[in-house]
């Protein structure tokens, strides 16, 4: 039984991710995934409704689902029906908390405190609770409801922010400005299929094909004087004002173009393609679909709604066959979560390599491994299919360099596990795995992580190797890291360090910082090189580049102390800890800048995140430095 352990566990993993594999399924009768599967344009990007949804929710509320924030109590079941409501029955989507306000002094200006979320505790069991940790002292939910009656206030505040530079403004001041573009969205994403105030909205669109003809006599009898039908001529006035509203103010692209082209440039939105409706006097298909499944929604038609679902999509197979391929994978992809499963093994492996130090070194060591190899797969297949879906290198943002660091990094663990076979680079990779998707996870809440890539950084070979090369050098670096953390651990806590852990502990940090020192350099080189292609000019002591250079200078640093004598291994690991830091600061420190031409903004809970993971790696080089005695590990007998 014992020798079998590490296939059983194996095959549990296997297990766990085929679950995740198992598409999705409807909760009722009405084919909600269907709806999700859906194409729209946003932002220059086509993506499947369900994708729209997710994101959003994630950029309000910082999670995917819509629920009562103390009980977890569903109002809807997925993001998609979410976004049902959202486009068709705005009365009602008003009602759900999804707007998230961390700031109590922004809960304040808008007149709310937590007794006004929506939750089922009484104000002493909600202090309870979060004074125990179950509940954040300073983080609730509110419905646009709820917010209306400040929204004044808030427009003011926001301006006076507006007026301040990015990087001078206070905490109160971002809160404001998020809250106030999470506000923006939302109304937007609202008038996408339905006008604004308009009561019987789609009914009157369902209706203009038959009153087209005649608005249409009518506007043109007035404009020349004649007698005309009044109420005709009203009705197609006040509809050309509203469709005018939802091309400005409409955030969805949902029309593609009747020609069926492959492409995205012609995908337009509904009150677009209904304003041209007004003067071809032809209401596009797709719009009626829309209006269609709008009615059905609002009616409880399940069977309307499926099928207007079916057919639709039948025509997009007709006009857009691959593109409407991609967005099936890519809702597929949003269902089964491939880098919060891989996380979750990452967990398992990390402690099940722990315990491999303790008893059953060769058992749970092997289990430990083949859960990784399983992890770092799935891993592999997620960032693979996210290059299929953006048609670009793995890495064009931070949240895909997050993705790709950890996935360099659990390779180079795996290399060390197959030669050494002591667990550590299992407890490494496992470290290493759940802590870059961890970050990665926090940065998807910013919004789309297949965004479109800004235009200087669009389509060069040279950026392409440079990035990737780059990167994984910091995978590199950060893993020498990782393992110095691991030997600073285990010596100072445990008395699991012997001598010849210890040395293959050196042996592997100095390894991995000589194929950092490489990648890191080749990386900067090669980053020159696309710098001059495109801005003409090889090197500009710009932040980035200089974070680069540091990370270059700082690996040669730890190899010529190693080389010259001045190190030994408990410094060796002091310096490699140190190197965390340098790498943090060049991979995020310097996007907080505000400066430079590789800026890409300030975020509060980054800078903070990374001012307490600068403070702990000073901590456990302050833990090296103590005497051999206080080591448990070097602890001399008594």
Request: net charge neutral; hydrophobic share 50%; glycine share 8%.
């Amino acid at each position: 039984m014992k020798s079998r352990l590490p296939l059983l566990v194996l095959l549990a993993g296997v297990i766990l991710v085929g679950v995740t594999l198992v598409p999705p399924h409807n909760s009722g009768p009405t084919d909600i995934v269907g709806f999700g599967r859906l194409p729209t344009l946003v932002n220059g990007r086509l993506k499947p409704l369900d994708t729209v949804a997710r994101t959003s929710l994630l950029v309000l509320q910082g999670r995917q689902r819509v629920s009562d924030p103390a009980i977890s109590k569903p109002f809807v079941d997925s993001p998609a029906e979410w976004l049902l409501d959202m486009l068709f029955v705005p009365a009602k989507a008003d009602t759900y908390p999804v707007f998230r306000i961390d700031s109590p002094d922004l809960m304040t200006l808008m007149g709310l405190t937590e007794d006004d979320t929506k939750i089922g505790y009484d104000s002493t069991a909600k202090r309870i609770m979060a004074a125990v940790g179950f509940l954040p002292s300073h983080r609730a939910r509110f419905s646009i409801q709820q917010l209306a009656p400040k929204l004044g206030e808030l427009d003011r505040q926001s301006k006076l922010a507006d007026s301040v530079e990015a990087p001078l403004r206070t905490s109160f001041q971002r809160a404001v400005i998020q809250l106030r573009d999470n506000i923006i969205l939302y109304q937007r994403l609202q008038s996408s299929l339905v006008a604004p105030g308009v009561d019987n909205y789609l009914e009157q669109v369902l209706n203009l094909p038959k009153s087209l003809p005649d608005g249409l006599a009518a506007v043109t009898a007035q404009r020349e004087g004649k007698p005309h039908d009044t109420a005709a001529s009203k009705l197609l006035l006040d509809l050309s004002h509203s469709f005018a509203t939802m091309e400005a103010e409409g955030y969805l692209l949902p029309i593609p173009p009747e020609s069926g082209m492959e492409q995205t440039a012609h995908w337009r939105s509904a009150g677009s393609s209904l304003s041209e409706s007004l003067t071809s006097g032809r209401v596009n298909p797709a719009v009626m679909a829309y209006v269609g499944l709008g009615l059905s929604w609002r009616g409880q038609q399940a069977e309307s709604f499926n099928s207007i679902v079916h057919v639709y999509r039948e025509q997009l197979e007709r006009q857009i066959p691959a593109l409407l391929r991609k967005c099936d994978v890519e809702a597929g992809f949003n269902s089964s979560q491939p880098f919060y499963t891989s996380m979750t093994i990452y967990v398992v492996a990390f402690l099940i390599g722990v315990f491999s130090w303790l008893k059953w070194h060769d058992t749970l060591g092997r289990s430990a491994f083949w859960l990784t190899v399983l992890a770092w797969v799935l891993a592999t297949v997620g960032i693979g299919i996210r290059m299929w879906l953006e048609a670009r290198p793995p890495v064009t943002n931070l949240y895909s360099s997050a993705l790709f660091v950890g996935w360099g990094a659990v390779a180079l663990c795996l290399v060390l596990e197959a030669v050494y076979k002591n667990a550590i680079g299992s407890v490494a990779a496992g470290l290493v795995g759940f802590a870059t998707l961890l970050i990665a996870h926090h940065l998807s809440l910013t919004g789309d992580t297949l965004e479109m890539m800004r235009a200087v950084l669009d389509s060069n070979f040279w950026l392409a190797t440079h990035v990737v090369t780059v990167t994984i050098g910091y995978s590199a670096t950060y893993l020498a890291g990782f393992l110095a953390l691991i030997y600073i651990v285990r010596g100072v806590f445990t008395k699991s360090l012997d001598k010849a852990t210890a040395d293959a502990l050196a042996r592997m940090v100095y390894g991995i910082v000589c194929f950092a020192t490489l990648f890191s350099f080749v990386g900067t080189v090669l980053g020159g090189i696309w710098a001059d292609q495109s801005w003409g000019r090889f090197w500009g002591w710009d932040p980035k580049e200089n974070g680069a250079l540091i990370i270059v200078v700082w690996n040669a640093i730890i190899l010529h102390a190693r080389w010259g004598g001045m190190v030994k291994q408990r410094g060796l690991m002091s310096l490699a800890v140190f190197g965390n830091i340098v790498t943090s600061w060049s991979w995020f420190g310097t996007n907080m800048l505000g400066v430079g031409l590789h800026s890409y903004g300030f975020t509060d809970a980054a800078f903070m995140g990374l001012i307490g993971f600068v403070a702990s790696q000073l901590a456990f080089i302050a833990l090296a430095s103590l005497p051999l005695e206080k080591w448990r590990s070097f602890r001399p007998a008594v």
